[in-house]
């Protein structure tokens, strides 16, 4: 055999190899690596505005049949390689990418902070008070019906109106709230902004401190009566608060409990001193107003969900009814968050019951010239627990934030007298650290 010839076949079957790899080669499947999907991150994170579209559109090899699923807080929000999203809330986020091809996986995290426009400052001739009255439903008990006055033929709306007349406008004058969850919704001329650093709003009312309490060395306590405060900036600008614009001011209590200086002493008296978020109590309208006293004490039922129910009682002292008259339906359900029972009988005989006052946060619960009447509105909290970083508030709600029936002073009830924007009148508050 010429040898010449043989190396000539084995450089063609070689060259033959050759090219069958190189064709192999061809045909290999594509194989995803991390770095194959490439994101420009802004230095910083993303940075979006609420009600306004986040758009991410990463960089990847075309051509391949790769799967998108992005994630926020575990839900998917898109399965498309381009991201647009439309966040209705302000606050920092973790926005998670998954891309698969075949049995390649990977994962991306991304920063998203979602930042409110700014506010302006009030302008020139806005009013510090109240304005606006958009709702007022107080839960049961003795001074409902009687503040603001109930008269026949009341309607939801003009006793609204009445609650403006009473509150509004640096008029002064009072409402109740009366049991858990009764409540009040107000608005203002202008957006009260939220100015970093300092508080924004007080609410004025009529808590005040006991000169009596038979032990000298007990915290600070009278009449505290605490009501919780919601805020709400009008995101959408369609001048009412939706029910997605709503956050709670976190007072004390939301925090800690524990850290309220008559928390040992409540719970040795026998307090609920447990704060529920998603509490619900549903009252039963009365069949009729009791004929004699013997009724009193099974006036109107009521149960929560948490397993507890009883009565609220009437007594001597108003006879009027006690359940919302121009509320047609028979049962009355609020919700809300129930905080701790604040109120402790120190005479241990029934006839002195002193409600203690909270750190902070809460309306109806510190002297009206004290520096922790006063709210700064970057207390605001999302129904997570997370803390939401609002400009400013449109609308504040209020609601009688403790379930407790205190002897002969009747039910803990939130009293309000008015609103007010601490940056119009001037008014210099730091915010607690
Ligand atoms: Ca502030
Ligand atoms: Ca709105
Ligand atoms: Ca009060």
Redesign the pocket.
């Known amino acids: 055999m010429n040898f010449r010839f043989l190396n000539s076949i084995v450089l063609l079957l070689l060259s033959g190899a050759v090219l069958l790899m190189t064709s192999c080669d061809k045909d290999e499947p594509f194989v995803l690596t991390q770095e194959d999907i490439i994101v420009k991150v802004p230095e910083g994170g993303f940075t979006a505005k609420v009600n306004q579209l986040l758009r991410i559109t990463p960089e990847y090899p075309a051509n391949e049949a790769i799967d998108f699923l992005w994630l926020l807080n575990e839900e998917v929000i898109a399965t498309t390689p381009n991201l647009e999203y439309m966040f209705e809330i302000g606050g920092d986020y973790k926005l998670n990418l998954t891309v698969t091809h075949d049995q390649q996986s990977f994962s991306y995290e991304y920063a998203v902070k979602v930042i409110f426009e700014e506010v302006e400052d009030a302008p020139e001739g806005a009013t510090a008070y109240i304005t606006k009255v958009l709702d007022f439903l107080p839960a049961v008990g003795q001074f409902t019906n009687k503040l603001p006055a109930y008269k026949d033929g009341d309607t939801q709306e003009t006793m609204n109106a009445k609650v403006l007349e009473a509150i509004g406008n640096n008029n002064k004058g009072m409402i109740s709230l009366e049991g858990f969850g009764g409540y009040v919704v107000v608005g203002f001329d202008h957006t009260i ?8 709003f007080r609410v004025l009312a009529n808590a005040f401190y006991a000169a009596a309490n038979p032990d000298p060395n007990a915290p600070i306590g009278g009449s505290c009566e605490p009501g919780v405060i919601m805020v709400a900036y009008d995101a959408n600008k369609d001048g009412i608060p939706n029910d997605n614009e709503w956050y709670e001011i976190a007072g004390s209590s939301h925090i800690d409990p524990s850290q309220e200086l008559w928390y040992q002493r409540a719970k040795d008296a026998g307090c609920n001193v447990n704060l529920y978020r998603n509490y619900e109590i549903t009252y039963h309208r009365p069949q009729k107003e009791p004929s004699s006293r013997d009724e009193w004490s099974t006036y109107i039922s009521w149960e929560d969900n948490q397993g507890n129910k009883g009565y609220k009682v009437k007594n001597q002292y108003h006879a009027q009814s006690y359940f919302p008259q121009w509320f047609t339906t028979d049962k009355l359900t609020l919700k809300g968050t129930c905080l701790p029972q604040n109120g402790i009988d120190e005479s241990g005989k029934g006839n002195y019951f002193v409600l203690y006052k909270f750190l902070y946060g809460y309306a109806d619960n510190e002297t009206n010239a004290a520096d922790d009447s006063a709210i ?4 605001a909290i999302n129904n997570m627990g997370q803390n939401v970083e609002l400009p400013g508030v449109d609308f504040i709600k209020i609601y009688t934030g403790v379930n407790q029936e205190n002897g002969w002073l009747g039910e803990c009830s939130t009293e309000i007298t008015g609103v007010e924007d601490l940056h119009i009148l001037g008014v210099d508050i730091d ?1 607690r650290k």
Do not use: C, Y
Request: glycine fraction near 8%.
């Open positions: 902004k939220n100015v970093e650093g300092k508080r924004d700064d509105i970057s207390w915010t």
